[in-house]
């Protein structure tokens, strides 16, 4: 019972990682790619009809973490109070932003964007011992990448040819971090850690080869396994994620109908989101 909640939690996680890690890329490089307010708008519009389906997989990882982690969920808030105080902030500050576009909003929506990625690295650094800054830098470098290879998957003409670019640039970026979190590891054991940064190290690769040839799908696939990898991480390490900071095999018990429930129904949304993108293209 214990390990179906935590291979839920770590699946839900991974799932807001991989989807909702394109929104905020976007959002970073807003004013990069698009350089004049029509441009601006394209690049919105392509993100748009997936933003809150991506937040939903945020809201059900924090209600598998409250109900299945109470201990994990209060050690958490406790200890990084002021990193989930400024996540928060990024959050509502950059949520705010898309839905209320104006040029006015240019600077919440991507200061907002930067707060929220450079906040979720500064968090897996501290729960795995790595320096807080290269982790906050290296996760405003994985989410920028993301939102690139999905501009160039989504957008056309100049506009993927400038998010192409951009997603060049942030590839050999990506590695330089990825090795650099392997070289100044912090004291948490985390047994495979060598193993994902090679899958990382790959997955870059096979984003620049896909760029290269133009597989778009295939290069955004590998940039979503990317941002998800240091979600495994923390979920590999021995002293993070136990049985001691779960609740009881009871109440674990009475929250697996909810879950029946609710998970499928994320799922479907999920689904539905991209089939409905897909049939406006």
Not at 76 to 95: D, E, I, M, N, Y
Not at 132 to 159: D, I, N, Q
Not at 182 to 189: F, K, M
Not at 245 to 272: E, I, K
Request: charged share 10%; net charge positive; hydrophobic share 60%.
């Amino acid at each position: 019972m214990e390990g179906v909640w935590v291979a839920l939690l770590a699946f839900l996680t991974c799932g807001y990682f991989a989807l909702a890690g394109f929104d905020y890329g976007v959002g970073v490089l807003l004013r990069l790619v698009g350089r004049d307010e029509g441009d601006r708008r394209a690049v919105l519009r392509a993100v748009t009809p997936f933003f809150l389906g991506n937040e939903v997989w945020l809201v059900a990882a924090v209600g598998v973490l409250f109900g299945a982690f109470p201990r994990l969920e209060g050690e958490l808030l406790s200890s990084q109070h002021t990193v989930f105080a400024v996540l928060l902030a990024g959050l509502v500050c950059f949520t705010v932003a898309v839905q209320l576009r104006s040029p006015g909003w240019d600077f919440p929506l991507v200061g907002g964007a930067v707060v929220v990625a450079s906040g979720w690295g500064v968090l897996l650094g501290r729960v795995l011992g790595g320096p807080a800054v290269l982790w906050g830098a290296g996760m405003v470098v994985l989410f920028s990448l993301h939102g690139a290879v999905f501009l160039s998957w989504r957008l056309s003409g100049g506009l993927r040819s400038r998010a192409r670019r951009v997603a060049g640039v942030l590839v050999p970026c990506a590695a330089v971090f990825v090795v650099a979190a392997v070289v100044t590891a912090g004291p948490v054991p985390v047994p495979a850690f060598g193993v994902t940064a090679v899958v990382a190290l790959g997955l870059l690769g096979a984003v620049w080869a896909a760029l290269r040839v133009e597989r778009y799908r295939t290069g955004f696939a590998c940039s979503a396994a990317i941002c998800a990898l240091p979600v495994l991480g923390v979920f590999g390490a021995r002293s993070v994620v136990t049985v001691s900071v779960m609740a009881d095999v009871s109440t674990l018990r009475v929250l697996t109908w909810a879950a029946v429930v609710v998970v499928p129904l994320v799922l479907v949304f999920q689904w539905a989101t991209w089939w409905m993108s897909r049939a406006a293209r």
